[in-house]
């Protein structure tokens, strides 16, 4: 993981001056109590009945020039400056928008999407956003003490409200959204080892062990990130390859969860029952 | 197309929307737009369909004149920068950094301290401009798309709304909102609903006030309404943000190493930031108090040529409804109804993906 374990000090985090204004006048209530949220209604109605107030969308972005790197024609390698720009850009944006739940004296984001928009700008620019709603808690945890992370950051999960108020009823606390990520260069095929296995069913071993390499390094620098946070484990993680726009051979391997912790000894919940919805696999 | 005098109620619609609105009237029969599963859901809570109700504006957009005209040697015109010191009300960056006659830069408030400058020799950046102020600015050509653009969706959104009030109705929901592109250049911004009215006459609506709005699917509105929470209309950001590509910009895009392009994550941000602003605004005015759930935000971005160089364009599309508390919440039984399903990941799970 390339972040370091002190954490950032986001009343140092730049923000756009509109966006200061904006969040100054939403935490100075300036006489309403309007508050914003992308959050759908289900999940808006859930995450008030999990003891949390949406206080507003905060959202973070930042364009950014992913740089230029040669990978050698036929060997399976980590494209690590592209690597390197992943996860900066997706660092940038995800800083700006904690920055910005923390001006709002958040005690975390909920709903958190993490995208990659290629804009007409041009190929080698993309813009990385973060959109979350930023929550307060009506009470301080079971636990004691805060329900920001272990850095002091308002902890961040891309759970939906669903999941997020299974996840509280359970006895669990979202701390932050772990990630890895690993750009990595498949080697090509020569000629005649491509004339060698034709015809027969072989495993391709080039491949499989470039394909395994990848997600292995994506998935423990993962891991390495929710140990960082002291996190018990790592909910909802979703492994990805995302080929962008660098050929069929370069790929982003990326590995994205919410790790959690404990709020309790016991995680117990209601015993199942059938339920037959009438409605098209719609909740 | 008859000639007789239109009812005060439905003037400024066309003459076929003002006929299906009278026959609707005459026959009583109601359509909607809701799906069974949606029907069902907004009777649970004391609404039921008038019919569906449309609007829309067709627009030629075009853009006056071309250019800001920093491509033509600006910086010797702006030399010294003494004027833009602190920045044009409104932009954001806080202006042109200084000359390159001082070889300093200044100091912009907040934003971009902690960037890279570009040092003396591309130390000069333009700056960015959004709608809301574009007229003390030299992309003051740009503002009457900004505004048509922006007028396009309050006008197609309150001709639908003149619909609904002419068949009675106090609300609409599940507001479908697009945007089309018409052969012959024409761009048609269209808002299609169904209409709603409470089944209970005591939450009528009285015969002055305009009915409540929902981009909110039925199904979202009920859940909403059970748990005492009631739409009280859609609020709309617009804002288009301009930049004219600069010295820095060039060098950024063009490096070969990584680095975040500041003049355009700037745009973004600016075109985002007058979007949300003018999207709060338009909420607060319609509830000073409640929930703005925003249901759609969109960004398009563009190139412009100016002179030999571009423009940099960014629009920026919130959309939200807000939500105040209910006059007579229908009676909840009970807290919400605790299901966990066993399904693989709900739609609104899924959305949230990277």
């Known amino acids: 993981m390339t972040q370091p374990p002190d954490s950032p000090d986001l009343a140092q985090v730049h923000l756009p001056p509109d966006a200061e204004r904006r969040l100054h006048r939403m935490r100075a209530g300036e006489g309403t109590q309007l508050f914003t949220s992308d959050l759908s209604v289900n999940e808006f109605l859930l995450v008030r009945e999990a003891g949390f107030r949406p206080v507003g969308l905060v959202l973070g972005s930042s364009v950014y020039h992913v740089g230029l790197q040669m990978a050698r024609w036929g060997r399976n390698m980590e494209m690590d400056r592209l690597t390197q720009a992943m996860y900066h850009a997706r660092e940038l944006a995800m800083t700006r928008m904690e920055a910005e739940a923390h001006e709002l004296g958040a005690d975390g984001i909920v709903g958190v999407r993490l995208e990659i928009d290629f804009k007409e700008f041009g190929n080698d620019l993309a813009e990385f956003v973060a959109i979350g709603t930023a929550v307060v808690a009506d009470e301080p945890p079971p636990t004691g003490n805060t329900w920001r992370n272990n850095r002091g950051l308002p902890f961040t999960s891309d759970l939906s409200g669903q999941d997020f108020w299974t996840l509280v009823q359970a006895g669990y606390a979202p701390l932050g959204m772990v990630m890895g990520t690993c750009v990595y260069h498949i080697a090509h095929r020569g000629p005649f080892a491509a004339l060698a296995t034709a015809g027969t069913n072989v495993e391709i071993e080039q491949y499989t062990e470039a394909l395994y390499d990848a997600r292995e390094l994506a998935m423990s620098r993962m891991q390495a990130e929710a140990e960082a946070l002291s996190a018990e484990g790592i909910v909802g993680v979703q492994l990805l390859s995302l080929p962008h726009r660098w050929g069929g051979h370069t790929t982003e391997f990326f590995a994205i969860g919410t790790a959690v912790r404990p709020l309790r000894e016991d995680h117990v919940i209601a015993t199942p029952q059938l339920v037959l919805p009438l409605t098209d696999g719609r909740w | ?354």
Not at chain 2, 44 to 55: A, D, K, Q, Y
Not at chain 2, 57 to 85: D, I, K, Q, S
Not at chain 2, 300 to 319: N, S
């Open chain 2, 1 to 354: 197309m008859s000639d007789e005098p239109v009812e005060e109620d439905l003037r400024g619609l066309p003459p076929a929307a003002v006929d299906r609105v009278r026959h609707q009237r005459a026959s009583g029969v109601r359509g909607s737009l809701l799906t069974a599963a949606g029907a069902a859901a907004i009777r649970s809570v004391g609404l039921e369909p008038v019919g569906e109700v449309f609007g829309c504006v067709v627009l030629t957009l075009g853009w006056a004149g071309g250019g800001c005209g920093y491509g033509y040697g600006w910086n010797r015109a702006m030399g010294g920068g003494a004027r833009w010191t602190g920045g044009i009300p409104g932009t954001v960056g806080g202006g042109i950094a200084g000359g390159t006659s001082s070889g300093t830069r200044m100091a912009p408030p907040g934003w971009q301290a902690g960037y890279l400058g570009g040092g003396p020799i591309g130390g000069w950046r333009t700056p960015v401009v959004v709608s809301g102020d574009m007229g003390s600015s030299r992309f003051a050509w740009a503002r009457p798309y900004a505004e048509a653009v922006s007028r396009a969706w309050a006008d197609a959104h309150d001709r639908m709304l003149t619909e609904a009030r002419a068949l009675g109705a106090d609300g609409v929901l599940g507001i479908r909102r697009s945007l089309t592109r018409v052969a012959g250049g024409g761009h048609e911004y269209a808002g299609l609903a169904t209409a709603v009215r409470f089944t209970d006459p005591t939450l009528r609506r009285p015969a002055q006030a305009a009915p409540w709005a929902a981009t909110l699917t039925p199904e979202d509105c009920a859940a909403a309404a059970s748990a005492g929470f009631l739409p009280a209309g859609v609020a709309t950001g617009y804002s288009l943000a301009l930049k004219h590509e600069d010295w820095q910009l060039k060098q950024q895009r063009g490096a070969w190493n990584n680095t975040e392009v500041d003049g355009l994550t700037e745009l973004l941000a600016a075109a985002r930031g007058d979007a949300r602003r003018t999207l709060t605004l338009q909420a607060r005015r319609l509830a000073r108090a409640g929930e703005l759930v925003v249901t759609s935000s969109s960004l398009h971005t563009g190139e412009r040529p100016c002179g030999e160089e571009k423009d940099m364009t960014a629009e920026a599309l919130f959309v939200g409804t807000v939500l105040v508390p209910h006059p007579a919440p229908p009676a909840r039984r009970g807290r919400a109804l605790t299901v966990l399903p066993l399904t693989p990941p709900t739609a609104a799970a899924r959305r949230r993906r990277p």
